[in-house]
């Protein structure tokens, strides 16, 4: 058995990997290097009832690996690569090679995987953390779930200035609801609901445009999409939008927020 961490900004997952199959996953909120990776470790020996002596090694990758200079616990563990961790849980979480991946944590990368290669394509600061931020000035609730119900009833629209709003026909292939600029309109009546969805938009139209230009780069018609932010369902649609206009799909495999650790512990 083989333990994946991917220790992140605010959120580390520890998943096993037995004969080359993800078995468990557990994730947890640790703001130190240390104490998330040795607290996600437990978690899952001590949740699942697992026999310390049936762990081979522990493989450890993201933002806080570099803290992590000896074993755990008296077990071989090994630093991997998180682009390589990103890419490789990305093939196999999907089951596909030759594909582009969007992987939105605090941020989001964008990798280009196939067999022979992983590589960083780019990225951007824009991610999870800028709708925690924002919401921080913006809206009277920064934890994440309450973003996302506020902006369940938000009206874009009132914080978004659109085509329709500057236009009276279609253009090209822009339809009247398409975004001319985030947050340049603004109205007075805007509600915080409809801010908490001129945030969530804002974030998912930025990464959903820099994967197309990636995909499209590669001639690649697929982007495949990871991370914590990938289970978003708001964010979802904002990226459905974007396929509707450039034809590029959005495929969001299952256990999609664990890739990085699913990654390093095959890696």
């Not at 009277?140 to 369940?152: M, N, R, Y």
């Not at 974030?203 to 914590?228: E, W």
């Amino acid at each position: 058995m083989i333990i994946g961490i991917d220790i992140g900004a605010t959120t580390t997952k520890a998943i096993s990997i037995e004969k080359g199959s993800l078995t468990r996953k557990v994730k947890i909120k640790a703001s130190d290097a240390v104490t998330a990776a040795t607290g996600a470790f437990g978690k899952i020996v001590l949740e699942n009832k697992i026999d310390i002596g049936q762990i081979e090694s522990i493989r450890i990758t993201g933002a806080g690996a570099a803290k992590i200079q000896q074993d755990i616990f008296g077990i071989p563990t090994s630093r991997i690569n998180e682009i390589t961790a990103i890419g490789t849980g990305g093939m196999f979480l999907s089951g596909m090679d030759n594909i582009i991946i969007a992987n939105i944590g605090t941020g989001t990368v964008i990798i280009e995987a196939g067999r022979e290669k992983i590589s960083h394509f780019g990225g951007s600061g824009v991610g999870g953390g800028t709708i925690i931020g924002l919401a921080k000035k913006l809206l009277p609730t920064a934890e994440f779930s309450g973003i996302v119900k506020l902006a369940q009833t938000g009206n874009v629209g009132q914080v978004d200035l659109l085509l329709e709003d500057i236009m009276d026909s279609s253009m090209s292939f822009l339809n009247r609801e398409t975004t001319v600029a985030n947050f340049g309109k603004m109205s007075d009546n805007a509600s915080h609901e409809d801010i908490a969805m001129g945030i969530i938009n804002m974030v998912y139209q930025v990464i959903g445009t820099l994967s197309v230009f990636a995909a499209r780069a590669k001639n690649i018609g697929q982007v495949i999409v990871t991370g914590n932010g990938s289970g978003n369902r708001l964010g979802q649609k904002v990226l459905a939008d974007i396929t509707g206009m450039y034809g590029i799909e959005f495929i969001y495999p299952a256990d999609a927020e664990y890739t990085t650790a699913v990654g390093a512990g095959l890696a």
